[in-house]
């Protein structure tokens, strides 16, 4: 499962209402540990969500156990209490983990504390990619009394819709959420009129693969969104077209720009 095919929730609302969801229906999945002698993997279904005492119930499946190859363990006294946890369901349905000694076995049963950030599947109608090189996007932003400034961040996925981007976690102070932005290029690329958008999400700390950053979430300004499906036709026909925002029309010589990015990373 590719993290950035998912999105990110720390709403316990909306991550018990999907454990709630999956339990009805005993959704399978697996539950793993990256042990320094090797990954133990256990197949799982979801029993129950315990929630008077927050509390997450799987029971460890046999058959699936005997059926999915020589990592699977078919017993509970092979989970290591000291190690992290991670729980993934069928069909890429949700992602989440759970830190060493929070969580135990019974017999047959290993119950996982409710988590307090998880991952499920993207549901917006617009798809996000993940750039196959590296890009930078050139975001102008103004500060008052001190004219515009330039920051260039590294793009981590893109949609129709807006931007996910990175930036080194000790510059995160210079955004703020819902903080107007120009998107004013991309990669080596000047575009001819900025793009308008806003700081939809800020993550100001992240670590991955030993590496620190902030992460932003650029969502481009509602007048663009309404012009949805005609930025789609634009970006599968390459037909010149004007959108209108409120800084100017964004000129038609953007287009071959988002097409090109859209058809590398979608292909």
């Known amino acids: 499962m590719n993290r950035d095919d998912l999105r990110i929730t720390k709403k316990s609302s909306e991550i018990m209402a999907n454990l709630v969801r999956y339990s009805m229906k005993e ?15 256990f197949s799982v279904r979801l029993k129950n969500v315990i929630v008077e005492n927050r509390m997450v119930a799987f029971e460890l499946s046999q058959e699936l156990s005997t059926s999915n190859g020589p990592n699977h363990c078919l017993n509970t006294d092979l989970l290591d209490p000291t190690d992290m946890l991670y729980f993934k369901g069928e069909g890429q349905s949700m992602l989440f983990k759970a830190e060493a000694g929070t969580f135990f076995a019974n017999g047959d049963m290993i119950y996982v504390p409710i988590p307090k950030v998880a991952y499920f599947p993207e549901l917006r109608a617009n798809p996000r990619y993940a750039p196959k090189e590296d890009l930078a996007v050139g975001l102008r932003k103004f500060n008052r ?3 515009h400034q330039q920051v260039d961040l590294q793009c981590r996925n893109f949609s129709r819709g807006g931007f996910g981007l990175t930036l080194s976690y000790v510059n995160a102070h210079l955004f703020k959420k819902s903080q107007r932005i120009f998107i004013c290029s991309l990669g080596a690329q000047e575009l001819p009129s900025p793009i308008e958008g806003a700081v939809a999400y800020i993550r100001k700390f992240h670590e991955e693969k030993e590496k620190r950053f902030s992460e932003f979430k650029i969502k481009y300004r509602e007048e663009l969104e309404q012009k949805e499906d005609a930025v789609q036709a634009a970006c599968t026909s390459g037909k010149p077209i004007t959108l209108v925002t409120s800084v100017k029309d964004i000129a038609h010589s953007h287009i071959p720009l988002l097409k090109e990015l859209f058809e590398k990373n979608s292909a």
């Open 27 to 41: 959704g399978h999945g697996v539950l793993w540990q990256n042990l320094s002698h090797g990954r133990h993997v």
């Open 145 to 147: 009394g001190q004219g």
